[in-house]
T-cell receptor, first 111, second 115 residues
């Protein structure tokens, strides 16, 4: 079983839609939960992160962590064509240097 | 700030050839990470350095892969001999100690194709 599972999609939504991206994990030692956005032929860029559990909101983006279910989510409200990218979840334990990434979900927002 | 710099951006080589990928971390960053990204396996950590010293190389797939960091501003990832299954995008990332782990900055990657 992989450490982190992520639905690869692809996901295609109309502009303005609410997008939900999800990952599950198996390692209960994970404490850092991150979402990266990766545009085509670019490196991943950190979008959101949460330490331990709970929710975090930043503009149109909300990250949620449910440690009891080993499940994390990223919600994008009022999605824009510029949100079209691959979204990667990543997790790390308390020591923080070993990141475990999901395989990424490809999102296309149609104008 | 120039960000993490990687070279070359693209590399096409034939099976059996030696390949050397290069990385310049952000100035002042003392952690450097090498990752490999494929469609099937996603982004995987290969090795990371702290203060130029390799800390964890458990992700290095086999002895054909080696990495060095001779100084704080330069690192190489070498594959010798290369095989078609090494075709992937290789990313370098860096961060500074004393910051949270998520403050890891990725370079643009090197796309490697081994024929």
């Amino acid at each position: 079983q992989k450490e982190v599972e992520q639905d690869p999609g692809p996901l295609s939504v109309p502009e303005g839609a609410i997008v939900s991206l999800n990952c599950t994990y198996s390692n209960s030692a994970f404490q850092y939960f991150m979402w990266y956005r990766q545009y085509s032929r670019k490196g991943p860029e950190l979008l959101m992160y949460t330490y331990s559990s709970g929710n975090k909101e930043d503009g149109r983006f909300t990250a949620q962590v449910d440690k009891s279910s080993k499940y994390i989510s990223l919600f994008i409200r009022d999605s824009q064509p510029s949100d079209s990218a691959t979204y990667l979840c990543a997790m790390a334990s308390q020591t923080g240097n070993q990141f475990y990434f999901g395989t990424g979900t490809s999102l296309t927002v149609i104008p | 700030d120039a960000g993490v710099i990687q070279s070359p951006r693209h590399e096409v080589t034939e099976m059996g050839q030696e390949v050397t990928l290069r990385c310049k971390p952000i100035s002042g960053h003392d952690y450097l990470f090498w990752y490999r990204q494929t469609m099937m396996r996603g982004l995987e950590l290969l090795i990371y350095f702290n203060n130029n010293v390799p800390i964890d190389d458990s992700g290095m797939p086999e002895d054909r892969f080696s990495a060095k960091m001779p100084n704080a501003s330069f690192s190489t990832l070498k594959i010798q001999p290369s095989e078609p299954r090494d075709s992937a995008v290789y990313f370098c990332a860096s961060r500074t100690s004393g910051t949270s782990p998520e403050t890891q900055y990725f370079g643009p990657g090197t796309r490697l194709l081994v024929l």
